[in-house]
Structures are given as structure tokens and as C-alpha cells.
């Protein structure tokens, strides 16, 4: 089993960008994002069910992240429009067995991938 995150990078306020995760053998997992600031603990940001049927965000992302996954090629994507200074953080994907709604407790997740760096200027 794997996750990997990529597509992190410097954006300026209002800007969008893409993150992905490559993720193998989690094809029946629920999928997620969280993010961590410095100093900050590690914040749900939008987790997706296997089908893609169910979805869930975070209320400081609602309105602004998508997050969809695509099972055929083992990826889970968070398009992020309207990015803010504030969203500045290491993202990282997340695989549990548990629904959306459960995955908002980071203790009920059962795999983490590697973060990838998201910095936006104000």
C-alpha cells in the first residue's frame, strides 16, 4: 500500500491549484486530505468514499475545495480554488476504512502518505 502526494507549490491569494495523491491498494478505502500549519495541528480538509458517492469538507474549505478520486488510475485529487494566506500548510492524503463524515477524527485514519507543501502569498 501507498500514498503519495504531489502538485504542492507557491500560488498567490486567489489562485487555484491541484494537489494529487497516488494511492495503491485503497481502491475500497475511504480517501481524505488534511492539512497541517506550523504550530498548528493537523486540520480535516475533505475526505471521499470509494464510490465517490459521499463526500465531506471541512467548513474553512467548503464552498472553495473539491476533492474527487478516480479508482481506475489510483488517484484522489483536491482542485483548490480561491486559495487564501490562511490555507498555507503541508497537505497530505489519507486512506481510512471509516466513511467521510467518520475521517474528520484523524484518529480513524488508518494510512497517511507523505505531505506535499502548498504556500500562498498574499
Known amino acids: 500500500v501507498q500514498l503519495q502526494a504531489s502538485g504542492g507549490g507557491l500560488v498567490q491569494a486567489g489562485g487555484p491549484l491541484r494537489l494529487s495523491c497516488a494511492n495503491s491498494g485503497f481502491s475500497r478505502h475511504t480517501m481524505g486530505w488534511f492539512r497541517q500549519a506550523p504550530g498548528k495541528e493537523r486540520e480535516f480538509v475533505a475526505a471521499i468514499n470509494w464510490t465517490g458517492a459521499y463526500i465531506f469538507y471541512g467548513d474553512s474549505v467548503k464552498g472553495r475545495f473539491t476533492i474527487s478520486r478516480d479508482n481506475a488510475k489510483n488517484t484522489v485529487s483536491l482542485e483548490m480554488n480561491s486559495l487564501q494566506p490562511e490555507d498555507t500548510a503541508v497537505y497530505h492524503c489519507?486512506?481510512?476504512?471509516?466513511?467521510?463524515?467518520?475521517?474528520?477524527?484523524?484518529?480513524?485514519?488508518?494510512?497517511w502518505g507523505q505531505g506535499t507543501q502548498v504556500t500562498v502569498s498574499s
Open positions: 489519507a486512506a481510512s476504512r471509516f466513511g467521510p463524515r467518520s475521517v474528520r477524527d484523524r484518529s480513524l485514519v488508518d494510512y
